[in-house]
């Protein structure tokens, strides 16, 4: 099974969530990674941008298909990971490190309650085998 972060959070979307300096770092999992095969492109909303959870923020798109990107909680886009532009192959590379997507300022923090754990999200990936 392909990694999974124990300090991070997870969608049923293959999200991932990271605080950070009083926000949150945003990307997806390897797991889903593993399923989109090469990232080709990657587009994002704009700084300053208003998510909702589980609201489509932006798209992913691969050799094998272009799928969308879901908030794991809403808040303020407040910084974009720019070099995504050159080189979306980071997102294959380093899911949880050069290949994050964008952080953003969290509104509602009790939505963080509705994220997976990593045990819980690896059983999750299970069922999808």
Not at 39 to 54: A, D, K, N
Not at 69 to 91: M, W
Not at 113 to 129: I, Q, R
Request: some cysteine.
């Amino acid at each position: 099974m392909a990694e999974i972060p124990e300090d991070l959070k997870y969608t049923k979307e293959h999200e991932w969530l990271r605080a950070i300096d009083g926000g949150y770092q945003v990307g997806i999992t390897a797991f889903a990674v593993e399923q989109l095969g090469d990232v080709t492109m990657v587009e994002l909303p704009e700084v300053g941008e208003s998510l909702e959870r589980e609201q489509v923020f932006g798209t992913v798109e691969s050799v094998k298909a272009v799928s969308d990107l879901f908030a794991p909680i809403s808040g303020t886009v407040t910084k974009l990971n720019t070099s995504l532009d050159d080189t979306p192959e980071s997102v294959n590379e380093s899911p949880y490190g050069a290949g994050w997507l964008l952080e953003l300022k969290g509104s509602d923090e009790s939505e963080l309650d509705e994220l997976m754990s990593a045990s819980e999200y690896a059983a999750f990936c299970a069922e999808d085998e």
